[in-house]
């Protein structure tokens, strides 16, 4: 990834940033300028919220054959959640056995390493998922995205 | 609009074709299909190529001229285009040069579709396939292409009780196809025991429930009807056309066991020509995963939602079946090579409505669709051909 782009969706990626529509009252991840089911009303209406972080599954499956570059995790587990806010986001499940993720599991974020580049060197950090009844709670407690300075 | 045919065709095998390049792909189909409609390079009004990661596979863009020049067409300076929509790229393409044609700006174009996915390692040609998808928000989190269309086949199992016998009976089925198939990549018979026992991927996406990712070329050429006949008197018509959107991530989506996309698009085809699912003899559809060709049947309507997996079990999708579905073998075994595939499926239409299927031959086709989608179908586009 460039060094441009990655430094552009920082904000989005490390503190889960995304944006609020004050016309329809909902909020949307990633940040969007525009809200679609508003239309053009919703320019300048959209304003940066960052999401409290927890979440329910919808869905997750455990991906035996690794993304490129996510190897070492194998196998691990991909879920879709809801956020308790609304929007959906794609996210990996960590630190528990990814088979035992369920659909209605109560998830929270959890500031995480996504990967490095081979070619620019940079490492890519992100937001990831936890069981909410996850035995660590008290260790995680410290990355919390509300404590990660830019 | 004027109506418009397709008078010829050519294609490679698909596979590990590791001896040939993309611009011989192009060369090699392309002739074999002005060959077969008996028409010469000076009739070409304009050239469509499909290709969808040529940027990433060969560090080559700008392959619409790349090809034309290897075609020898750069001398008579055609217009050439290429058109991208991840693995839907083929028929979109084909759309675009039917637009030209029925909108009467042009007569006669070639319409190609090239990839190269196995030059690069494995790893590679799956991440340029997860780029079809939303490479930020899914790809980069860990989302294999795979991984978002398990989840896909998850959900349709928790809404319609779907089960892995009905998901193997879907890929065994298209190697059935494939054994009648010459061309096929995979030309041989897969019982859907070794389907349900190969090894998994995504839960519950198995090896043997994903096409492959394919080195291969095809092309057609299309022609408005009032002047097919002057070349060849085997045109078959091109009766309906339709392409739609949708979100490009999958978690974006109302229902997750669906892809709206496609019963849009066939929509729109139906109403071209004031026909319904009913009608058809035989469809080619987009089956990336087994769970994928399921949707399909269900989106176009040929199966009520939540039926398709047991009629595929029960082989109605099969040839002597009431609706033989995938008889090229489909992108399972026929093998899929992106840009090459939504071309590959017309061909395969084409040679059954023409009666030259061979062994693989539906009795009597008069009416048949083709599906095809790129991502977890944020792009799909239906055509219907009929036989004149």
């Excluded at chain 1, 679609?36 to 035996?64: L, N």
């Excluded at chain 2, 010469?40 to 060969?58: E, F, H, K, P, R």
Aim: glycine share 10%; charged share 20%.
């Amino acid at each position: 990834m460039s060094v441009p782009r990655f430094w552009r969706e920082l904000d989005t990626r490390y503190n889960l940033i995304g944006s609020y529509c004050k016309i329809t009252d909902t909020y949307h991840y990633p940040r969007r300028s525009f809200n679609p089911e508003a239309g053009r009303e919703s320019i300048g209406s959209m304003e940066d919220y960052q999401f409290k972080g927890t979440g329910t599954v919808v869905t997750a499956t455990v991906v035996h054959q690794a993304q490129t570059g996510y190897e070492m995790f194998g196998p691990y587990c991909m879920a879709i959640i809801e956020l308790d806010e609304g929007p959906r986001v794609t996210s990996q499940i960590v630190d528990c056995d990814p088979a035992n993720v369920k659909s209605g599991m109560k998830v929270k974020s959890v500031f995480r390493k996504l990967g490095e580049d081979s070619e620019s060197g940079i490492l890519h950090y992100g937001t990831k998922f936890i069981l909410s009844n996850n035995s660590d709670d008290a260790e995680t407690e410290e990355d919390t995205i509300e404590n990660i300075e830019l | 609009m004027r109506d418009v045919s397709i008078i010829g065709v050519g294609i490679t095998k698909f596979g590990e074709l590791w001896d040939k390049s993309l611009r011989e792909l192009g060369l090699e189909t392309g002739l074999a299909a002005i060959n077969d409609a008996g028409i010469t390079s000076n009739d070409i009004d304009a050239l469509y190529i499909g290709n969808m990661a040529a940027g990433s596979t060969l560090q080559q863009e700008h392959v619409s001229a790349l090809i034309a020049d290897y075609c020898g067409l750069a001398n008579q300076n055609i217009p050439a285009t290429r058109v991208e929509a991840a693995s839907a790229s083929g028929g979109l393409a084909i759309r675009q040069a039917y637009m030209a044609i029925a909108g009467g700006f042009i007569d006669i174009a070639v319409v190609g579709g090239a990839e190269k996915m196995t030059d690069v390692s494995d790893s590679e040609s799956s991440y340029t396939v997860s780029m079809g998808s939303d490479e930020q928000w899914e790809a980069k989190a860990g989302a294999t292409f795979t991984s978002l269309h398990a989840m896909i086949a998850q959900n349709h199992m928790l809404e319609y009780g779907t089960t892995r016998e009905q998901l193997s009976s879907v890929a065994a089925k298209n190697h059935y196809h494939a054994s009648l198939n010459p061309m096929a990549q995979f030309p041989f018979a897969l019982d859907a025991a070794a389907v349900s026992k190969s090894g998994m991927v995504s839960t519950p996406l198995r090896m043997l429930d994903c096409a492959p990712n394919s080195d291969g070329a095809a092309a057609v050429v299309l022609c408005a009807s009032d002047k097919a006949k002057k070349f060849t008197d085997k045109s078959i018509k091109i009766i309906g056309s339709g392409q739609a959107s949708d979100t490009l991530s999958l978690h974006h989506r109302k229902y997750l066991h669906r892809f709206p996309a496609i019963n849009i698009a066939a929509k729109k085809a139906f109403e071209d020509c004031n026909k319904k699912p009913g009608d058809l003899d035989l469809i080619e559809v987009h089956d990336n995963f087994t769970i994928s060709e399921i949707i399909a049947l269900e989106e176009i309507g040929i199966f009520k939602r939540g039926e398709a997996a047991q009629k595929s079990l029960d082989g109605e999708t099969k040839l002597g079946g009431i609706i033989p579905t995938n008889t090229s073998g489909g992108l399972k075994a026929r093998g899929h090579a992106p840009g090459a595939t939504g071309i590959a499926q017309i061909i395969e239409l084409v040679k059954q409505l023409r009666g030259e299927a061979g062994d693989r031959q539906v009795k009597n086709a008069k009416l048949a669709l083709a599906e095809n989608h790129g991502g977890t179908a944020a792009t799909a586009v239906v055509h219907i051909l009929e036989a004149e």
